[in-house]
T-cell receptor
Framework: SQTIHQWPATLVQPVGSPLSLECTVE??????LYWYRQAAGRGLQLLFY??????ISSEVPQNLSASRPQDRQFILSSKKLLLSDSGFYLC????????????FGPGTRLTVT | KQEVTQIPAALSVPEGENLVLNCSFT??????LQWFRQDPGKGLTSLLL???SQREQTSGRLNASLDKSSGRSTLYIAASQPGDSATYLC????????????WGLGTSLAVNP
């Protein structure tokens, strides 16, 4: 069965510090990978998606970036965090072979202070 | 541009009631529609996926219907239990862009013992 991991689970970082969140998927190959942010009282916002290694599409201009160094690894980064980067970050995957049913990881709670 | 609306935003019911959550979308040209559950501070759990060619899907006490022509989906929960308390999210995948889900803001459900 497929499993999706995210770490860390929680993170408190000062403004201006760098960020690296990691997501890995087990039990599948060639997944589409997604990074979402969920802010309090707001809906899910798609940040990045990737259809393959090294292929990243950005949905929202911001100080965040994403990379996909391996087939089942997706990394969200920032060089300098802003207060507005606080939120709940979720990684997800899907595949055309699975009718694009989307599955989510447990999330990372980021607080920028 | 596809927009997804979920009504009501919050719902409180006594245990044992049958209930219906609503999801509406503005463009009927969809690839599929997915219902999720989110517990506080957790990731999303996929409940049901309905393909555009399907009218309904069932899983246990859950039944989801789809009426593309009217731009509506309903999630029916039979014999509700306190453990059903969570936020329920609806997301639509457009037929023209299979990469991205368009999200509603969710219905927060409280089932009282």
């Amino acid at each position: 069965s497929q499993t999706i991991h995210q770490w860390p689970a929680t993170l408190v970082q000062p403004v201006g510090s760098p960020l690296s969140l990691e997501c890995t998927v087990e039990g599948t190959s060639n997944p589409n990978l997604y990074w979402y942010r969920q802010a309090a009282g707001r809906g899910l916002q798609l940040l990045f998606y990737s259809v393959g290694i090294g292929q990243i599409s950005s949905e929202v201009p911001q100080n965040l970036s994403a990379s996909r160094p391996q087939d089942r690894q997706f990394i969200l980064s920032s060089k300098k965090l802003l207060l507005s980067d606080s939120g709940f970050y979720l990684c997800a995957w899907d595949r055309e072979r699975s009718s694009y049913e989307q599955y989510f990881g447990p999330g990372t709670r980021l607080t920028v202070t | 541009k596809q927009e997804v609306t979920q009504i009501p935003a919050a719902l409180s019911v006594p245990e044992g009631e049958n209930l219906v959550l609503n999801c509406s979308f503005t463009d009927s040209a969809i690839y599929n529609l997915q219902w999720f559950r989110q517990d506080p501070g957790k990731g999303l759990t996929s409940l049901l996926l309905i393909q555009s060619s399907q009218r309904e899907q069932t899983s246990g006490r859950l039944n989801a219907s789809l009426d593309k022509s009217s731009g509506r989906s309903t999630l029916y929960i039979a014999a509700s239990q306190p453990g059903d308390s969570a936020t329920y999210l609806c997301a639509v995948r457009d037929a023209g862009n299979n990469r991205k889900l368009i999200w509603g803001l969710g219905t927060s459900l409280a089932v009282n013992p």
